[in-house]
């Protein structure tokens, strides 16, 4: 262990000592070469990782701000055709084991047709409870307010999209009718318009209004407790939704079996209402890693050449080592390590640009998207400690174990032949 030890310490003493500059006291170009390439792997990399998180992150953000983490509804086969309600009552008890930073709102789903004297368009109504957070629509509100639903002058107040008023020609303050069916016939309500959202996602943009609950009961003659579904927000990791949503299944369940409810509830996560999305988001994992792969082979194959360059550079002294005994193991460890210089420089050039671009990106959003294409306005980057730690641990270590073969050319290199090698 110590024999082990002196050899590795000695071996970077000599890749330590040696200068990769020319006599001229500067890099040679081949070396600038392989630095730049090294720098502008790693800052690709840095990137698309950065990318990559920052838009998963903003999409998931906004799927989630519309659709539910977990939805019950209810299942009671109505012969009418009528919705099955939601007893928020009833299910209660079921609810309890969820962890305590999540929230339960009950919610009325109607649909509407939106009508001005000009032009008319179909529409989702969302009528939400007073426990509902409306935290997301507020991020999203670029003109208005979000009504204090509390108060009875606000019962017929609602929110649309930029998209639905650009449609109507309507702005903040106008009156729509809104022509609300069920039971084979439409109730019209007059609604004024009081705050306007734009989340760049149109699915969903062109289809949702937002209002309150006691005026979608009212319609309807629901009472109090019922709603079409129930929404649960404020759980964690996607495995945390997963295990809830098959725990509050399974509680259902057993109360229906029990004889405690009557009604069959269902329950679906978020994963299953905007699978489509999800999926689309899975495929950014493939295209970094086909990323990560090429600028990685990039860094390998331009570390190699390095190598190469090094050793031809230093011929002469590679055979006086031997001649004075050196083993060409030790000999090889030392260009190893001297080739790790050369990767230390690109990668300290890589990740101080590379996190310098995304720390403007995220502070500025300075680099546009179509957000009809992307469903965001600018391109997301989130910078992430750890995975800059891994990557930058796993260049290192991919290319040390890369260049322990090419090294070997050493070992073909005989010191009578070489000594005076010009």
Not at 2 to 7: D, E, G, L, Q, W
């Amino acid at each position: 262990m110590c024999i082990f030890v002196t050899a590795m310490s000695l071996a970077l003493f000599i890749a330590s000592r040696l200068s990769l500059r020319s006599t001229t006291g500067k890099l040679p170009s081949g070396l600038v070469i392989a630095v730049t390439g090294i720098a502008l792997s790693v800052i690709v990399m840095l990137i698309s990782i950065s990318v990559m998180m920052g838009f998963k992150q903003e999409i998931r953000h906004k799927i989630m701000g519309f659709d539910a983490q977990l939805t019950v509804s209810a299942h009671s086969g109505n012969a009418d055709g009528r919705p099955s309600l939601v007893n928020i009552e009833e299910i209660r008890p079921s609810l309890e084991f969820l962890p305590s930073g999540a929230s339960a709102s009950l919610i009325i789903h109607q649909p509407a047709i939106l009508k001005t004297p000009t032009s008319f368009t179909g529409a989702m109504v969302k009528g939400m409870d007073h426990d509902y957070d409306w935290k997301f629509i507020k991020e999203n509100l670029v003109q208005g307010v979000v009504p204090d639903y509390s108060a009875d002058s606000t019962l017929y107040h609602i929110v649309i999209s930029t998209s639905l008023a650009r449609d109507l020609s309507v702005k903040i303050g106008d009156k729509i009718d809104a022509f609300f069916l069920g039971d084979n016939a439409y109730r019209n309500r007059r609604l004024k318009i009081a705050g306007l959202y734009d989340t760049h996602f149109s699915e969903y943009d062109e289809s949702y209004v937002f209002g309150t609950m006691p005026m979608l009961a009212a319609l309807a003659n629901l009472k109090e407790n019922y709603g079409t579904q129930l929404e649960i927000y404020g759980l964690g990791s996607d495995s945390e939704i997963a295990t809830c949503a098959r725990h509050l299944s399974s509680n259902l369940m057993d109360d229906l079996y029990t004889g405690r409810t009557t009604t069959l509830y269902s329950v679906t996560d978020v994963h299953s209402t905007a699978a489509l999305y999800f999926n689309w988001l899975s495929l950014l994992d493939t295209n970094v890693v086909v990323i990560l792969s090429l600028m990685s082979l990039l860094t390998c194959l331009t570390l190699v050449s390095s190598l190469y360059i090094l050793i031809l550079r230093r011929v002469n002294m590679i055979g006086i080592i031997k001649a004075l005994g050196a083993k060409d193991s030790l000999i090889r460890r030392s260009f190893v390590y001297l080739t790790m210089r050369i990767l230390t420089m690109g990668l300290l050039i890589g990740n101080f640009v590379g996190i310098g671009i995304i720390l403007l990106q995220e502070s500025t959003g300075i680099i546009p998207l179509n957000p009809e294409a992307y469903y965001l306005d600018h391109v997301p980057m989130t910078l992430s400690l750890p995975a800059l730690l891994i990557l930058n641990a796993g260049i290192i270590t991919v290319s040390f174990l890369v260049l322990i073969i090419p090294s070997a050319i050493i070992t073909t290199i005989p010191p009578s032949r070489v000594i005076k090698y010009d």
